[in-house]
């Protein structure tokens, strides 16, 4: 729907000049007939012959230093682009490798289709070298999975696993090929047509439901537009910007959804929940008209759900029937494409006034507004996130690791186009920033590709360096270096009477890292140093880490703590 | 309060698992689960005994939907519907208590399915309730081995006619 998701495109050329003779050639062709041109991986055993297969075809594989890497790069891939990541592992611990991957994309929704090696048919279940029962492991983090028995199934699979991973919501396909398939002999095939029984798609809304949801709009004085990955997904981003233009409706966002509606909008917000901003999680307790897009009301969002909007109507559009109701009970369910019924909603004439409120939401942004205490001794984390945002020109992908400086990063950097911020959200997993980023230079060469790293996180999965060294692919990493797992040292302080309990972490010296595996590093402890490291970096055409050491003991807020309610924000620490 | 969902799903090796695994995972009871052949070759049907309020029911319907290898899911606790369970029960047995037990038997249209010298083995089909009580009954003179089906079921021919509202529509 929107420009930036590119549809594969079927090459028959390709497909028809390749002459197909083993069950790996026959995968190399169905993967080029489904538009695939890069994969992310690791060889092992149990797929040799579809690395042998892969050997002589166009499809460009990028080797990284752990299944892990591959993953997340993957899904870094995936969500800069729309298209679905593939990812192509060794059985045994290749594919357990995968899981928090696996598990990650299936929280946030991102197609990937994940191939792994299985040791032959005649050894399954028989405890053989590399075997593991990576079927039964990821039944409940994929959206589903498939284990090739015969090779006349390998086509229509190919197809189906494509077909799920990228409609409805996204989410990881996994295919488990047992190595006499990919060895053993296969005919040439044509990608089929996927069909699936049992598999609904939910389009466009229903005509009344439309009505019921505008009527309930018309009607309201304090209505709230609350948006999330769905948004994206769907590629309704410039529906919704049309629709709150028009409507005046004011918007938050969920961190998924982050980038899908103009930061520098002044009917924005902010983002909502655990460490939304004032006037985020105030409107959403005052609001009494909630229109919730592409959300599924995750706990970070919601803190006590007795709190969570207490006096408003709730409309929840969403293309999973499974999540109207889950959490939280709405009174107008549509279960339907947020992008098809945003576009329903613009041909419904709104008559509203929303001044009074809009109004109110500026003032609460004023009044409390995202802020920290710059200081000429320490470097602060917000204001290296500012840096970045003011040296890329807030045009950068960002992706992040997972913490503090993720919250930051969605905190101050303003973002301003759908798939601009990449981010672990429902699993928090800590080293997915980095491959994440790698896998986004990959899809975007020319892009700007900045990974917000803590000096935590960023150790999780240090060992794409030498990815990212040997692919020539720009990454600049800003590690945002606090000697400490920097959230987990905030929730000590709040609620553990600051004991630091194996918070505090060591790390090597980065810049030595760097260079140690032939990037460039650089290190900044004021902000003129943090000022001069930046300009450095992105002149620089390589990767680059810069290490950020900024104040130990900063702290993310708002907050709202765990199990209160949105309207019970902390916005400085009470000692 | 109890429900009773009748799912079909693809005749294919995990499905099982992907269903009971579902259950386990977002927390929401079986009391009996029961899998066969279905009327299509290819399918199978399942009969599933759990619990819970009307928003919970919503949500296990609603999230076994989203299982491709689900292709219906119907609840039919509240439609008038067949309901049947097997259960096998092994009784201790000697001279004087064989025709007492015997008497027992009767009302219930049991099959005696095996006898030997000192147990019989009774065959029972009906709801839930009536193999309890059968149970219950039988208990004093000594159970040695108790195996049951658990429920499985159909909408009665008037119900499906009827009324489809008890379908996940998405």
């Known amino acids: ?575 | 309060m109890e429900r009773t969902l009748s799912v079909l799903v693809n005749d294919r090796p995990g499905v099982l698992a992907r269903v009971a695994g579902l259950f386990s995972r977002r927390d929401f009871n079986i009391a009996s689960i029961t899998v066969g052949a279905a009327e299509e070759p290819g399918l199978s049907r399942m009969t599933i005994v759990s619990s819970g309020d009307d928003a919970t029911a919503l949500q296990i319907m609603r999230q076994l939907d989203k299982v491709i290898e689900v292709i219906q899911v119907t609840d039919i606790s509240k439609d008038p519907a067949v309901k049947r369970e097997l259960a096998l029960i092994k009784v201790t047995t000697n001279k004087t208590t064989r025709p007492e037990i015997s008497h027992i038997l009767e009302p219930f249209r049991v099959a005696i399915v095996d006898v030997g010298h000192g147990s019989l083995t009774v065959q029972v089909t009906g709801s839930g309730e009536k193999v309890d009580a059968l149970i219950g009954l039988l208990r004093p003179f000594g159970i040695l081995e108790i195996a049951r089906t658990g429920v499985t079921a159909l909408l009665r021919a008037v119900a499906q006619e009827e009324d489809h509202s008890s379908e996940v529509v998405s």
């Open chain 1, 1 to 575: 729907m929107e420009e930036d998701i590119q549809k594969p495109q079927i090459d028959q050329a390709v497909s028809d000049s390749h002459e197909v003779r083993t069950g790996a050639e026959l995968l190399c062709s169905l993967l080029m007939q489904a538009g695939v041109d890069t994969i992310f991986g690791y060889p092992g055993g149990a797929v040799l012959p579809i690395y042998d297969a892969l050997y002589s075809v166009p499809i460009r594989h990028i080797l990284t230093r752990h299944e892990q890497g591959a993953i997340h790069a993957a899904q870094g891939f995936s969500r800069v682009t729309g298209r679905p990541g593939i990812v192509l592992a060794t059985s045994g611990p290749g594919a357990t490798n995968l899981v928090t991957g696996i598990a990650d994309a299936f929280m946030d929704s991102t197609p990937l289709v994940i191939f792994t090696g299985q040791v032959t048919a005649e050894s399954i279940g028989r405890d053989a070298f590399q075997e593991a029962d990576i079927i039964g492991i990821t039944m409940p983090v994929t959206k589903h999975n498939f284990q090739v028995r015969d090779i006349k199934d390998l086509p229509q699979i190919v197809a189906d696993a494509f077909h799920l991973a990228t409609t409805g919501r996204p989410g990881p396909v996994l295919i488990d090929l047992p190595k006499n398939i990919t060895s053993g002999p296969a005919s040439d095939h044509v990608l089929p047509e996927s069909h699936i029984r049992g598999y609904k798609l939910p389009g466009a809304p229903k005509k009344e439901e439309v009505d019921a949801l505008i009527a309930a709009i018309n009607q309201a004085k304090k209505p709230l537009l609350y948006i999330g990955g769905g948004i994206i997904s769907s590629g309704a981003s410039e529906l919704v910007r049309q629709f709150a233009s028009r409507s005046q409706i004011p918007v938050v966002s969920t961190l998924l959804g982050l980038g899908a509606f103009p930061v520098r909008d002044p009917l924005f917000a902010g983002m909502l929940g655990m460490h939304g901003t004032y006037a985020a999680n105030r409107a959403v307790t005052e609001c009494d008209v909630l229109i919730a897009l592409g959300v599924r009301f995750d706990d970070r969002v919601t803190g006590k759900l007795q709190r969570f909007s207490p006096h408003s109507i709730k409309i929840h559009v969403d293309i999973d029937a499974a999540e109207i109701g889950k959490n939280v009970a709405v009174h107008i369910p549509i279960v339907a494409d947020v992008g098809l019924t945003l576009k329903e909603m613009l041909l419904r004439d709104v008559h509203l006034d929303t001044r009074g409120w809009h109004e109110q939401i500026l003032l609460w942004n004023e009044e409390w507004p995202l802020q920290y205490h710059a200081s000429d001794e320490d470097l602060k984390p917000q204001q290296v996130v500012e840096l970045i945002a003011k040296h890329t020109h807030e045009n950068a992908i960002v992706t992040t690791e997972v913490g503090q400086h993720q919250m930051w990063a969605a905190l101050f950097y303003p973002f301003s186009r759908p798939r601009q911020f990449v981010t672990s959200g429902g699993l928090g997993t800590m080293g997915f920033g980095f491959p994440a980023a790698l896998g986004a230079q990959v899809a975007k060469p020319d892009a700007t590709v900045v990974c917000i790293a803590g000096d935590a996180s960023f150790q999780m999965n240090i060992q794409e360096l030498q990815t990212v060294v040997e692919n020539g692919l720009p990454v600049k990493i800003a590690i945002i270096n606090n000697r400490y797992l920097g959230m987990v040292r905030q929730w000590q302080q709040f609620f553990y009477e600051s004991r630091y309990a194996e918070s505090k972490i060591g790390s090597p010296d980065f810049v030595k890292v760097a260079q140690a595996y032939g990037a460039l590093g650089l290190r900044a402890t004021t902000f003129a140093q943090a000022e001069a490291a930046l300009t450095e970096a992105f002149a620089y055409q390589g990767p680059v880490i810069i290490d950020f050491v900024v104040k130990e003991e900063e702290n993310v807020f708002p907050m709202v703590p765990p199990g209160k309610g949105t309207d019970e924000m902390t916005l400085e620490w009470e000692e």
